[in-house]
C-alpha cells in the first residue's frame, strides 16, 4: 500500500470527500465540533470467499484498537460473484 502513491491519493479523497462530510453529518445533529483521526496508509484486510469451514470471527480489540473504531467494509470486486 506504502508503495502506491496512486492508491494513496484515491484513499484520501475518499476520506475526504465522501467518509468525513458523512461522519460530519451524522455528528452535527449531536454535536457543534467533532474530531476525526484515520489511519494513514491504510490497513487493507483480505476477506477471503464462502466457506463451509469455521472461522472465528475476527476481533479488533485483540489487535490493540481502541473502542469506538469505525471499520469501514469496501469490496473491490463484485461479493455476490464469490464462491
Known amino acids: 500500500v506504502e508503495a502506491s502513491p496512486g492508491f494513496l491519493e484515491v484513499y484520501e ?3 475526504l470527500t465522501v467518509l468525513l462530510p458523512w461522519l ?6 449531536t454535536q ?14 483480505v476477506q ?3 466457506s ?3 472461522k472465528r470471527p ?6 490493540g484498537h481502541q473502542i469506538g ?7 473491490l470486486t463484485d ?3 464469490t464462491q
Open 69 to 75: 473504531e469505525l471499520n469501514c467494509w469496501m469490496p
Open 48 to 50: 477471503p470467499g464462502r
Open 32 to 45: 457543534k465540533r467533532a474530531q476525526f483521526w484515520y489511519q494513514y496508509p491504510p490497513t487493507l484486510r
Open 13 to 15: 479523497q475518499l476520506l
Open 79 to 81: 461479493y455476490n460473484l
Open 24 to 29: 460530519k453529518e451524522l455528528k452535527s445533529a
Open 52 to 54: 463451509r469451514e469455521f
Open 58 to 63: 475476527h476481533r479488533d480489540a485483540e489487535y
